[in-house]
């Protein structure tokens, strides 16, 4: 049982850390987020030993897995757009941050499950999904709501156009063939 626990510590670590990372990297922030905050990783830690029993029944709850998902996407999404902004950049780049840091770490974990990350293929929309919600907060800040309404807003935005897209399959067209199959 360790070894699982241990494992999805380490995915877990990755999903939750890894774009934003990758954002404090690029805007040269230094401690990066999550060691400036270690209490981060005890709540990362909490849930992998809470989600570890769950594992096996993991068929039976995939179908619930979008929501924290998109949820999880809206709050880092807005967190990062908003921190992007702090640091001095551009609103079309603060945006990119954003969906930077709501995305990237789970194509990280991806990669280290040894799987195509899902913004790299064919597969609803994700980080357009981040995009609208990240572009939405910022056009409403100039309205004067406050951040944390703005914030609402823009996460409410990810997260009902991801769950749609989801729902209906909603994606870009592949710019290359589908492999055959025979």
């Not at 995939?62 to 998109?70: F, K, N, V």
């Not at 949820?71 to 941050?97: K, R």
């Not at 990669?111 to 597969?123: G, S």
């Amino acid at each position: 049982m360790s070894g699982s626990v241990v494992g999805v510590f380490v995915v877990a670590c990755v999903v939750a850390f890894g774009g934003g990372t990758l954002r404090d990297l690029f805007l040269d922030r230094h401690p990066l987020f999550w060691i400036l905050n270690p209490y981060y990783l005890f709540i990362v830690l909490a849930l992998a030993l809470a989600a570890s029993p769950i594992v096996r029944y993991f068929r039976r709850i995939r179908p619930l897995l979008p929501i924290p998902d998109a949820l999880g996407m809206a709050l880092f999404t807005m967190v990062g757009t908003q921190i992007a902004l702090d640091e001095g950049t551009v609103w079309f780049i603060a945006a990119l941050f954003g969906v930077m840091t709501g995305t990237f770490g789970g194509v990280i974990g991806d990669v280290i499950c040894n799987e195509i990350p899902t913004l790299f293929r064919p597969a609803p929309l994700c980080a357009t999904c981040a995009l609208a919600g990240a572009l939405v907060y910022l056009g409403a800040l100039p309205l004067g709501l406050g951040v944390p309404i703005t914030m609402g807003i823009g996460s409410m935005v990810v997260v009902v156009f991801r769950l749609l897209a989801l729902r209906w399959k909603l994606s870009f067209p592949s710019i290359r063939p589908p492999p055959e199959q025979g």
